[in-house]
T-cell receptor, first 113, second 110 residues
């Protein structure tokens, strides 16, 4: 089954404790992206990757890191999480880019206390 | 920047046609317009995409006027299961200046 998986689905952590949210897709997609979703703000792009070893900043990259060492994986790293990073996070992938149909993961709800 | 603006919410009744409009005054030449549907506790799901004029698939139609400064998602004969949040997205293939709208919460009543 074609899908995007994210782990963990729920995470509660404390300020400053490094964490990684994993994302994996099995569709051989070139493009992968991370979004955060906050009430009233919709979806905002954090980082995206057009291909392996190619990443670029989205609208709200501050406080986040990503890597794309393999085509299928695109982890999101929070080196020192803060309460303002409490949000719902989605990973997505597509064949060619934002203008292609994006497949979204189920989401990761992160709470930073 | 192609800022996108959508109504916050809309109500409808089963069997009616629903039209949701997204405004994107600063759309660029290379930008496409894509609509997504999102149910609670799920990721968004692709509905339809277009560049200009009209696009139709098995679930919706997308109308884009010649100036491309707006687009209208049309859902024919909605049912209760169409209750969801609908997002428009404007962006080019590289993701330059891509923008999701804030979403329109559609509530379909019996």
């Amino acid at each position: 089954e074609a899908q995007v998986t994210q782990n963990p689905r729920y995470l509660i952590t404390v300020t400053g404790k490094k964490l990684t949210v994993t994302c994996s897709q099995n569709m051989n997609h070139e493009y992968m992206s991370w979004y955060r979703q906050d009430p009233g703000l919709g979806l905002r792009q954090i980082y995206y990757s057009m291909n392996v070893e190619v990443t670029d900043k989205g609208d709200v990259p501050e406080g986040y890191k990503v890597s794309r060492k393999e085509k299928r994986n695109f982890p999101l790293i929070l080196e020192s999480p803060s309460p303002n990073q409490t949000s719902l996070y989605f990973c997505a992938s597509s064949l060619g880019g934002v203008s292609d149909e994006q497949y979204f993961g189920p989401g990761t709800r992160l709470t930073v206390t | 920047l192609a800022k996108t603006t959508q109504p916050i919410s809309m109500d409808s009744y089963e069997g009616q046609e629903v039209n949701i409009t997204c405004s994107h005054n600063n759309i660029a030449t290379n930008d496409y317009i894509t609509w997504y549907q999102q149910f609670p506790s799920q990721g968004p799901r692709f509905i339809i995409q277009g560049y200009k004029t009209k696009v139709t698939n098995e679930v919706a139609s997308l109308f884009i006027p010649a100036d491309r400064k707006s687009s209208t998602l049309s859902l024919p004969r909605v049912s209760l299961s169409d209750t969801a949040v609908y997002y428009c997205l404007v962006g080019d293939i590289l993701g330059n200046d891509m923008r999701f709208g804030a979403g329109t919460r559609l509530t379909v009543k019996p």
